[in-house]
C-alpha cells in the first residue's frame, strides 16, 4: 500500500535552516508529481511546493519563493524540502503528498517550530 513517511521537523531560531524528508512506498515514486503542504494552528492546510516526475521542473507559493527549495532522488524513494531563512510564520505542521490514480495520500507530518 501506498505510504508517506516525514521526518526532519523540530525547533529551529529564525533564520535558521530544516531539510524535511518523505519517505514513499508501495507505488512507483519516479513516475508521480509530489507536493509538500503544511498546516498552521488554526488555518488550512496549503500547498508549498510541488516537482514533476523528473524534478525537472518546480513551484513555489510566492511566501517560500527564494527559502524553500524541494527536490527528490527516485533512486532512494525519497522527496525532500531544504528549508532556509525560517520564520516564526513557517511554524507548521508539514506534510507530503502524492495523488495515485486519482486517490489522495498523505504522511502523518511533521512539526516545524520556528521561535526564538
Known amino acids: 500500500q501506498v505510504q508517506l513517511v516525514e521526518s526532519g521537523g523540530g525547533l529551529v531560531q529564525p533564520g535558521g535552516s530544516l531539510r524535511l524528508s518523505c519517505a514513499a512506498s508501495g507505488f512507483t515514486f519516479s513516475s508521480y508529481v509530489m507536493r509538500w503542504y503544511r498546516q498552521a494552528p488554526g488555518k488550512e492546510r496549503d500547498l508549498v511546493a510541488h516537482?514533476?516526475?523528473?524534478?525537472?521542473?518546480?513551484n513555489y507559493t510566492d511566501s517560500v519563493k527564494g527559502r524553500f527549495t524541494i527536490s527528490r532522488d527516485n533512486a532512494k524513494n525519497t522527496l525532500y524540502l531544504q528549508m532556509n531563512n525560517l520564520k516564526p510564520e513557517d511554524t507548521a505542521v508539514y506534510y507530503c503528498?502524492?495523488?495515485?490514480?486519482?486517490?489522495?495520500?498523505w504522511g502523518q507530518g511533521t512539526q516545524v517550530t520556528v521561535s526564538s
Open positions: 503528498r502524492v495523488n495515485v490514480w486519482g486517490r489522495i495520500y
Open positions: 516537482i514533476t516526475t523528473s524534478g525537472g521542473s518546480t
